[in-house]
């Protein structure tokens, strides 16, 4: 090996890149120390302890960016190749417009293909990280075998309990730090990394009533991501199934975004857009949609109560002739 080939002696292993390219923010460079074998990573918005010009001696690399990983193409792909057709059309109307990755996200357990999708993901980075070595001709190795080039073994089934607590996990992590994880756990450890303060001022649920003195139970949770922050509250018990969603900077105070929330759910609950035999009765309806795995079609919430578009057509039949106006925003945005 002639002396000056720093990179030859080291290797890396591409699990261990995919992961740091999974992390990285959206504003920051994550450089690749040839002679120690360390990430590093450089951001304007942070405080760094190397500085910038640094990373300009040959032994820094610099891994592809969120930007040239392109996980909304892998999205894409990964949509768009489903053999459902319906789980397919759904995941590609999620990734349209503003707010894509969350709606993506969104819609993934609604579909029943989180672990699918993480799956898939994690071998897309694992294939960028390889790529990236390659093409920087820096050794690499890989951890599990899994990933060992078209050997792909199947992954097993995500654990149901959170690593480390017990409880019900709910979040499922990918990635060489595998873990599992309930709300509880998954909030802490998002605070420890990003800082952000927990959602202690929030509480798990709220009572309501409506304008008919009628009381609404919600049950609400509050999470914290890499790169913000949300709180949706969820009816349960009784028959009505209203839903709201807020969604703030990772800066931004869950208590400000709590008093968002139930001014939201206060000013929901006091309208009724829907009268009897489902007409709407101030010419003008507000709700969301939802597909009913039950009945296998697609549902719109209104007034908490879910109508089929077979319901909702008395209503065109009342306005023929008359113009219409449908509007789609994201769970979080409000539509007035
Ligand atoms: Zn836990």
């Known amino acids: 090996m002639p002396e000056g080939d720093k990179h030859n002696d080291k290797y890396v292993y591409l699990e261990d890149v995919a992961e740091e390219l999974d992390m990285a923010f959206d504003d920051s460079t994550t450089f690749y120390n040839t002679e120690t074998g360390e990430f590093t990573y450089y951001s304007e918005n942070f405080s760094n302890e190397i500085d910038q010009d640094e990373f300009e001696d040959e032994k820094y690399i610099a891994l592809p960016s969120r930007y040239d990983i392109r996980e909304y193409d892998m999205m894409a792909e990964f949509a768009d190749a489903l053999q459902d057709e319906r789980k397919s059309e759904l995941l590609l109307v999620a990734l349209e417009g503003k707010g894509a990755f969350r709606r993506f996200k969104d819609t993934l357990p609604r579909v029943g293909l989180e ?3 993480y799956k898939f993901k994690d071998e897309a980075f694992v294939e960028v990280a390889r790529k990236w070595c390659e093409e920087n001709e820096i050794p690499y190795k890989v951890r599990s075998g899994a990933y060992a080039g078209s050997a792909k073994g199947d992954r097993e089934p995500w654990p149901d309990k959170c690593s480390i607590c017990g409880n019900d996990a709910k979040i499922h992590i990918s990635g060489a730090q595998e873990a599992s994880y309930c709300l ?15 959602p202690d001022a929030v509480p798990t649920q709220i009572v309501l009533f409506d304008a008919c003195e009628e009381a609404h139970a919600f049950s609400i949770e509050s999470m914290i991501f890499p790169h913000c922050k949300s709180i949706h509250a969820t009816e349960v018990v009784g028959t009505t199934r209203y839903k709201e969603a807020v969604y703030g900077e990772i800066d931004d105070s869950f ?9 939201r759910l206060e000013k929901v609950l006091s309208k009724k857009y829907m009268g009897d035999d489902a007409s709407i009765e101030d010419l003008k ?7 009913n795995s039950i009945h296998e079609a697609y549902e719109v919430i209104i007034d908490g109560k879910a109508y089929t578009w077979a319901q909702l057509e008395k209503n065109l039949s009342v306005h ?9 925003a994201d769970m979080s945005e409000e539509l007035e």
């Open 115 to 117: 672990k699918e999708w």
């Open 320 to 328: 023929e002739g008359w113009k219409i106006k449908i509007e789609f």
């Open 285 to 291: 309806a507000v709700g969301y949609v939802e597909y």
């Open 184 to 198: 509880d756990c998954h909030n802490k450890h998002m605070a420890a990394l990003t800082g952000a303060e927990m």
């Open 255 to 263: 208590e400000g975004m709590w008093v968002k929330l139930v001014s």
